[in-house]
């Protein structure tokens, strides 16, 4: 028994413990806690009255017994007895019984406030700190309500001992996480922010903790906090390690002090004030500099002290997001790391690179790091380090290195380890999709996909697969041809059977020619997979089976032959036996017209969320989620509209009616024109002398030039409400973001400190939908937060945002003729105290009414003949304003709404499109072509449409995207 | 905000538990056993981070001893690893080269020390001249108090 070097030493507990230590199995471990507890008991039930020592062992060895795992039921009022003794120890045994096994008993809860109560008011330093450790230890809610208003006090009385003061900051910060509703905000607050002034570190580094809690819940209360805690950090930062005696760790000033001033600041966003602010971006050089110089000590715990400052500092530079320099340099930094010996380092460096990685200054830098990354991929130990290169690798992705990382994932999914093989799958089912530039790329990666890790592919990404294949036409004949060569391995997985089921079942005819791949061969490749497979799968094979009824009828009675069988007339399965009826019976009695009508093709699946995307935030918790559909990311030509998280299997019910299927389909997400609903009334339902109906409908006359819109919008509501305020007229519209939106139909309209107002549109013709997110960025309510009269009129909004909440508003709209102005979105809210305006214009523009058209070669110039009227041509030739990336320049003209005609123009490197522009009233047909010159680095973009305005509209918006 | 810390030794026997939210006794045990588990099967050239449902866990290794904390997904992971490190550096001061009979014999001690250094999931006093003056006062306080105590009682006997 090792000898007990300090303290009180209780024999009979050391004793206890070396038996227990001694005891050769779980059962004899047992046997000597019951006699233990039966002895515990006894004594405690017995008539002698126990004195405090004897009191103070048993409470002790019950406590240790508990810490071994084993429940205890007894013993709690013994222990709120030490509570009241005038002997130290005992009553610290108390505490600490009373702190590890916390008991909802109310009863004892009284029993113990009150010691609590008398130890609080004791003025005895020793027993006002075990007191304040009870409470932040148990932190319940009848303590919150028994104490919390003593401890401001006892915080901020100026005769408290540092030691007191520190763990009453500490105690305040615990009730505040469990009952933040309890603690009192008051006068108490600016004398706390002062002791970021204390002399005593100590007492310092506590307040800092409970100041950054208080911070986050009301902002506003805090915010002198920030210029003491740049004064406090500078002082820290610039001071000689010896300055700080024993508050310094290893040669590094105040490391935990630096860390938790750090992570105040990252409450708030830079500061106003300029010197306060060029104060702080010294302090955050000086720290970035002093991870260049050599270290002082050898010690590990040397550079992790100064590299956990290093960390926190880079946390605060990408939350103010403000100062490119710094940001290139904190990720060049992070770039050393990615190469350093130590594991931790590099493992962090990745972590921190990924939220670099969103933010537009350092995006760019972050990508020439992409080597290593991949690197890390491929030769990392330690698995935890490689989930964080994909997580690095997803975030660095866009449409310049999309393809290599794509294949870099591919490849190292063949050898991941599998705890992560399905969310390696879930991020490139998403990047292949997102920047897909030809579909016929993001066909073979899913396939690929599920060929390498099929067990991982879940059933979202292969639904995506074939919601995609539908609605493109552009890729089904490949889709169909790529599924079918795929089939033909010999051991294939169940999903490629389902997916090639599905989509041979649909497009099968577009092979058909080939008489490699005739109706009967492809017959029977997917009949040869049928018996492995299990019940849904083949219910989907059968469903297969009856639409090849109806695409090739020379196959129709080699098929009834197999529904006819037994093993599917008479399968035990009531489904599939179901369907092999009923399609059997199909088959046999409709007519060719008939069936065709029921047997139609799939209409397109309505545009959503990424349903795939909907998992991997559900899987990661969309924190976790870079969101790469970022504003920074204007050149993606085919945003997916993110607003719907419902999951939609492709309905596979080729025995319902279309009509019927469309039905099933459509519910979850066409938007029903109920009153309820958020829905700016169109002309086509309110009647339309209102003027404000003309509004978002863009109704303006073609010789206006639709150059009144804007006054139209909020200019004039005749008794429908008063008008906005004259403050909200003369806030400057922001159209910052506006020419971003022309080739794309998602990402951030507007972001400053306070809010973030974010887009997701979709247009079908003449008509659109518009989701519009305002985000509170502070953690403080919005308050009357008024958007123009217009849209309150559409939807009742809401007049208050919660911190760190969104709120969505939806616009429906019509493109009555054609227009050259946006409408412009007035907003106004109370942030603080302060009226809030805003001014935003809305990037509704006409090329979003296209509709793309393909046609020939030959087809092409007849119109572009048709179309020479002086008037109807624009022309404009201009410098480029980016590097000329052919991928980039195909991708924003499909985003600008025409189709990319391939082999028309008989130069290659020139670009050619056509669309028509859909209004309410008329189609204008429209072509285009652009002529670079890369020598030069201009551009020539021609456009001709039957109608000049169009012509001169659709060349202004283009010729900015270059 | 720390959310809890735990100490295991290489058979996995928990010798420290400190857990800084609110959960229930079957919440804590599960958690203990599955990072137990975990922490156990990594290799020792391994980092000392990893994701563990939304945390994250910081752990070393000392001698017998492993410490382990979890921290919150903004939390800073290398000053988790020296909270870790002066913590031991604490049992060492108090103990005199502290090794894990200490901690089993003294777990009470264990605990005083950590209230006096970490307080509701944050470092409360980072100088180890201070936490160590805290405890030894405390010790002082008890000394007295125990002086007039009999010997047959010092020897268990009672």
């Not at chain 1, 991982?456 to 169909?480: C, F, K, L, P, T």
């Not at chain 1, 599924?483 to 051991?491: G, H, K, N, R």
């Not at chain 1, 008037?871 to 499909?894: G, R």
């Amino acid at each position: 028994m090792p000898a007990v070097s300090k303290g009180d030493g209780m024999r009979g507990l050391a004793v206890f413990i070396s038996d227990i230590r001694n005891c050769k199995s779980k059962e004899a471990e047992i046997k000597r806690i019951n006699k233990e507890l039966a002895n515990i008991r006894s004594k405690f039930k017995g008539d002698k009255a126990l004195d405090g020592y004897s009191k103070k062992k048993y409470v002790c060895k019950l406590l240790f017994i508990f810490l071994l795992g084993h429940d205890i039921d007894f013993g709690h009022m013994e222990a709120v007895n030490l509570l009241s003794s005038n002997k130290y120890t005992e009553k610290q045994i108390g505490y600490l019984f009373i702190s590890v096994l916390v008991n909802s008993n109310s009863d004892l809860i009284r029993l113990i406030n009150n010691a609590i109560k008398n130890d609080l008011g004791s003025r005895n330093p020793t027993f006002m700190n075990l007191a304040l450790h009870c409470i932040a230890n148990v932190g319940s809610r009848e303590m919150a309500e028994a104490f919390v208003s003593d401890i401001p006090r006892i915080l901020v009385a100026g005769d408290t001992m540092d030691s007191v003061k520190q763990s009453a900051a500490l105690c305040l910060l615990r009730l505040n996480r469990t009952s933040p509703d309890l603690v009192p905000m008051g006068e108490w607050t600016a004398r706390v922010v002062h002791l970021l002034n204390d002399q005593h570190l100590g007492v310092v580094t506590a307040a800092t903790s409970l100041i950054t809690t208080l911070a986050q819940k009301s902002p506003d209360d805090f915010k002198t906090s920030i210029s003491l805690a740049v004064t406090r950090l500078s002082r820290i930062v610039t001071s000689a390690c010896i300055d700080l005696q024993d508050y310094t760790y290893y040669f590094v000033a105040a490391p935990w002090l630096s860390v938790k001033l750090l992570r105040l600041l990252q409450c708030y966003p830079p500061p106003e004030d300029a010197a306060l602010r060029s104060r702080l971006t010294e302090c955050l050089e000086t720290i970035l500099n002093k991870a260049q110089e050599p270290p002082k000590s050898k010690k590990v715990q040397h550079s992790n002290a100064k590299n956990a400052v290093l960390f926190e500092a880079i946390s605060l530079i990408i939350h103010h997001d403000s100062e490119p320099t710094l940001l290139v340099r904190a990720c060049n930094q992070l770039g050393q790391f990615l190469q350093h010996r130590e594991t931790n380092l590099r493992y962090l460096a990745l972590e921190s690179m990924c939220t670099l990685a969103s933010s537009e200054f350092s995006h760019e830098a972050v990508k020439t790091h992409m080597e290593t990354v991949i690197n890390a991929l491929k030769t990392e130990r330690d698995v935890s380090v490689r989930q964080r290169a994909v997580d690095l690798l997803y975030a660095m992705c866009d449409r310049s290195n999309s393809k290599q990382i794509v294949a870099e994932m591919l490849s190292y999914l063949e050898n991941a380890d599998y705890s992560i093989r399905e969310e390696i799958v879930l991020k490139v089912a998403i990047l292949a999709e997102k920047y897909a530039v030809d579909y016929t790329w993001y066909v073979d990666t899913i396939l690929n996909l599920i060929r390498i890790a099929g067990d991982y592919v879940s059933e979202e990404v292969w639904y995506r697969v074939i919601q995609i294949v539908i609605n493109r036409d552009d890729v089904q004949g490949y889709a169909a041809k790529t599924v079918f060569e795929a089939l033909q391995a010999p051991a294939c997985h169940e999903n490629l059977v389902k997916v090639g089921g599905y989509i041979l079942g649909e497009f099968g005819n577009l092979i058909a020619g080939d008489s490699r791949s005739s109706p009967l061969v492809q017959f029977n490749l997917l009949h040869s997979k049928f018996h492995l497979c299990s019940v849904p799968t083949r219910a989907l094979l059968l469903s297969a089976y009856i639409k090849f009824i109806n695409l090739f009828p020379e196959v129709k009675g080699t098929i009834q032959e197999v529904l006819r069988s037994d093993s599917q007339l008479r399968n035990a399965d009531v489904e599939l036996q179901q369907r092999a009826v009923e399609y059997l019976r199909l088959s046999c009695i409709a007519s060719t017209d008939i069936l065709a009508t029921v047997l139609e093709e799939m209409p397109p699946f309505p545009e959503r969320e990424s349903s795939i995307l909907a998992k991997l935030k559900k899987k990661k918790g969309s924190m976790n989620v870079p969101d790469i559909d970022d504003s920074r990311k204007n050149m993606n030509g085919n945003g997916h509209v993110e607003h719907n998280n419902n999951i939609e299997e492709p309905s596979e019910a080729p025995a319902q009616s279309p009509a019927s299927v469309v039905a099933a389909l459509i519910p979850t997400n066409r938007p029903r024109p109920t009153s309820s609903s958020p829905i700016i009334p169109s002309s086509g339902i309110m009647p339309a002398s209102h003027p404000f109906t003309d509004l978002l409908n863009l109704n303006s006359p073609p010789a206006t030039g639709g150059g009144s819109l804007l006054v139209d919008v909020f200019s004039d509501f005749p008794g429908q409400a008063p008008a906005p305020p004259a403050a909200a007229a003369t806030a400057e519209v922001s159209e910052d973001n506006f020419l971003r939106f022309v080739c794309k139909n998602n990402g951030v309209l507007f972001e400053n400190q306070l809010l973030q107002i974010g887009l997701k549109s979709e247009y079908r013709q003449n008509l659109g939908r518009m989701y519009v997110f305002y985000g509170n960025k502070t953690s403080a309510q919005f308050l009357s937060f008024t958007l123009p009269q217009l849209i309150v009129h559409a939807k009742p909004a809401e007049p208050v945002i919660e911190g760190g909440a969104q709120m969505q508003q939806i616009f429906n709209m019509e493109c009555v003729s054609d227009f050259s102005d946006a409408p412009v979105l007035q907003i106004q809210f109370r942030y603080g105290g302060a009226l809030q305006n805003l001014a935003v214009k809305l990037p509704i523009m006409l090329n979003k009414f296209f509709q793309p058209t393909e046609m020939t070669s030959q087809d092409f110039f007849q119109r572009w003949k048709q179309l020479g009227a002086p008037q109807q041509e624009v022309q404009k030739i201009f410098k480029s304003q980016h590097p000329m990336d052919i991928d980039v320049t195909k991708a924003k003209i499909i985003g600008f709404g025409v189709a990319l005609l391939d082999g028309v123009d008989p130069n290659p490197t020139n670009f050619v499109g056509a669309g028509v522009i859909h209004t309410k009233s008329t189609q204008v047909g429209c072509l285009l072509r652009l002529e670079p010159n890369t020598q030069a680095q201009m551009y020539r973009l021609t456009l001709r449409t039957s109608r000049d305005s169009v012509s001169q509209r659709l060349c202004d918006l283009l010729s900015e995207q270059f | 905000m720390m959310q809890f810390m735990l100490l295991f030794s290489r058979q996995g026997k928990l010798r420290l538990q400190k857990w800084y939210v609110p959960l229930s006794d079957k919440e804590r045990k599960k958690i203990s056993r599955d990072l137990v588990q975990t922490i156990l099967a990594r290799k020792p050239k391994m980092c000392s981070f990893l994701e563990w449902r939304d945390l994250k866990i910081v752990y070393k290794r000392y001698a017998s001893l492993y410490f382990c904390c979890a921290v919150e997904d903004q939390d800073n992971e290398l000053i988790t690893l020296e909270i870790i490190h002066r913590y031991v550096e604490l049992l060492d001061k108090y103990f005199g080269s502290v090794c894990e009979l200490d901690i089993i014999f003294n777990f009470e001690k264990a605990y005083f020390i950590l209230d006096e250094f970490l307080l509701g999931g944050e470092a409360q006093e980072t100088s180890k001249k201070n936490v160590l003056k805290a405890i030894e006062q405390a010790d002082l306080l008890q000394e007295e108090a125990e002086a007039p105590r009999s010997v047959l009682e010092e020897i268990g006997l009672t």
